[in-house]
DNA sequence: TAGTGCGATAATGGATCCAAAATGGCGAGA
DNA sequence: TCTCGCCATTTTGGATCCATTATCGCACTA
């Protein structure tokens, strides 16, 4: 019987730093991240931290070019645009197959989460719950593999909602909030095709929102 | 000027190989890869091995265990199921992205391709080309990410093909044929509407008939 | 004889050191 | 003064060595 620290893994530890960070805009995109600064700012060798930068490059968190480093992807409309529509084939996909599992302890979670987004939050705030919401709406999927992909898709486009929501966007909160009832509710009747809809609905709409805000991006003739 | 080697980089050789080992089953599904076994195989030390393995581990084709190593993936029926339904969802995507992008020298060596498979090949032959086939349809598709998740699944179901093929498939192979013509007629008449159709009905035919033959599958009661 | 617990062995995670490539600055020449 | 090229510095890629953890066999006990 070990009664002590389940000893985690290091690499996982710096990722997850790493992570928080980049997802709660410490590190913007465009930004360079040297392996040796990362090493010793959380005290250790720079192989954790390489290990680290390839589990955030499966994340969709950063991009690794040869003998060049790794730094946060600059996307530009199109490619943004094409996300969501990757997530709104995959999310009700993702929806529909853990629906089946659901239980009443993650029904508590959720109405936990929507009522503290509702009480009144900062932008900060209401982005990391709002991902917490859906990422567990979509928690009992069974399909690792889909888990992984949807949550890659909100990694990529994190920084851009960020972007949209500090210029303008917040008040429209409230139409967020019908919406994600509507969601929990149809799961509670086990309704998969409202289900679908109204989130398929609830993303299409940030992507008209996001693609209606060009200023939000870097210029696109990059070619 | 240096007419010299591009000098490639060493673990992302060692992840080429590991790739096409894995995928034309010399490696099969369950097997552990020990990172030593592989280091002084292919000549080099264990790092670089082990960055490959994430590599691998990002497209899919391995599962990364902490303090447990390296194995292939065992996936059951209904896993091997969502995975194709996520394809009949993201690749007419990714078709219709990469439609408005395609060149003359695209459709020669999609034409090459298909003259071999019709030419007659046996079942790894074909299967090498059936991907290379699909993934260059999508391979003008500006976006990267949606690139990347389609080749994923490409690489998670493989073995499952390939199983399915050495059982008894192969004499549909002319209807995969006829699809994959008109697939090409659609994208050179630029019909995205067609295309989709097509390809979605393709991949659905695929994921009813592996759904046909759960003996290629182990247990499903894993629970 | 079967089950459990301990110990030897092997494999992975991490640290340090060295080599190669890229970045940036400085100077020479037009 | 502007541009091109070379060299120093920085940063990443790779090799070797050490620590930690899992795995497997064996002995001991009930």
Redesign the pocket.
Known sequence: MKSAAP?K???ERIAQILETEILSGVIEPGT?????EVADRLG?????V??ALRMLAASGLVQ?E?????RIPHLDKCEVDVLYRMRERLEPLALSESMPHTTVEMFDELEEIQSEIESGVNVSGFLELDRRFHLLTYSKCPTEDLRNSVARLWNSTAHYRRAFMNEGGPHRQWIVNAEHRLIVDAMQRFDGKDGERYLVGHIRRTRKELAAHPELFIEDSQK
């Open positions: 000893e893994p290091a690499s360079r991240i040297r392996q040796e250790s060798s720079r192989l954790p390489r290990e690794l040869t003998n060049r480093g790794a």
